[in-house]
């Protein structure tokens, strides 16, 4: 179901409850939908200080040492630490009715195929970035094929608000919307100079997006920038890793960009369910963590070989 901006305003504005709530308009629409997925992305936080996922350079090369094909390698890794999202959703502070754990590890059998093709995941100086051109051109491949058809985002976005609260909304887009909002949220994420740069083409996108587009971009860029930006992930990498400067800028940009497109993909897919916020960013980070964990056990594949 389509529907209007003039259409969401009215239904939201609209309270019959003894609690005031907060009145939503056009100017402060975009920042209400990205406080909303802002919460659930600090899971991304919480899954990289989990203890499945913080492992020493030197275990990741005693791991290694143990498994002779590199694809051997990435699969024991997948298996070890699948677990660990869904005890980071179990012990999180979310209501027990939204704790419903995501299964699905699509991004990194997506992540794993276009990694193996490069003999060590990479092509020169640029870690993982023919992977994820690669990738890149697929999530575009996948969205022309859809042709005409319709995504729902999500079926029922309460703004954090119970049904008796606040109306519900159903927020969709057609697919030439989302090529175009794919096209501007990949450039943005592939040429941004540093977070600042980021932050502000990102407020500049929620400022000019419709509604709908807005939730679409609210849902994928939190948790893509906690990747980025969250402590528990640059100590993680420091841990893994011992990179220059110029190093670690390349690797910050694949990263961002291996987030972006496992989210992406993950929401046109079929196996993507559109039914709540809380649903629905639940199932897109966890395609975030186990892209990037993947690729960053690709890169100690890659320095072995």
């Not at 020493?56 to 090369?61: G, H, M, Y």
Request: charged letters at 20%; aromatic letters at 8%.
């Amino acid at each position: 179901m389509r529907i209007s901006s003039a259409l969401i305003l009215s239904l939201l504005l609209v309270c019959s409850c003894k609690k005031a709530l907060e009145v939503i308009t056009p100017k402060n629409f975009s920042i209400l939908i990205r406080q909303q997925f802002d919460k659930n992305a600090t899971l991304v936080d919480d899954f990289f200080e989990n203890e499945r996922i913080m492992l020493t350079a030197q275990d990741l090369q005693t791991i290694r040492s143990q498994y002779g094909e590199r694809d051997l390698f990435l699969k024991h890794m997948l298996e070890l630490t699948q677990p660990a999202y869904g005890e980071v959703v179990a012990s999180s502070t979310l209501p027990a009715s939204f704790k419903i754990v995501p299964t699905s590890d699509r991004a990194a059998q997506k992540m794993r195929k276009h990694l193996l093709p490069f003999p060590s995941g990479y092509t020169g100086p640029n870690p993982g970035s023919g992977a994820i051109d690669n990738f890149a051109k697929e999530v575009l491949d996948s969205i022309n094929a859809r042709g005409g058809g319709e995504q729902v985002i999500i079926e029922s976005f309460s703004f954090g608000g119970s049904s008796s609260s606040r109306p519900n909304e159903t927020f969709t887009l057609n697919y030439e919307e989302i090529k175009i909002n794919y096209q501007k949220m990949l450039q943005l994420i592939s040429t941004a100079a540093s977070t600042s740069v980021l932050d502000t083409g990102i407020d500049e996108m929620l400022a000019a997006a419709s509604p709908q587009e807005a939730v679409l971009i609210g849902l994928l860029l939190p948790a893509v920038q906690k990747v980025r930006e969250g402590k528990p992930y640059h100590d993680l990498m420091n841990s893994y890793f011992d990179m220059s400067a110029a190093e670690r800028t390349t690797w910050d940009r694949d990263v961002r960009l291996a987030a972006f497109l496992c989210a992406y993909d993950f929401i046109i897919s079929d196996e993507y369910n559109p039914n709540d916020e809380f649903t629905t960013s639940l199932g897109v980070n966890k395609q975030i963590c186990d892209g990037v964990t993947l690729l960053a056990w690709a890169r100690v594949d890659g320095s072995n070989n």
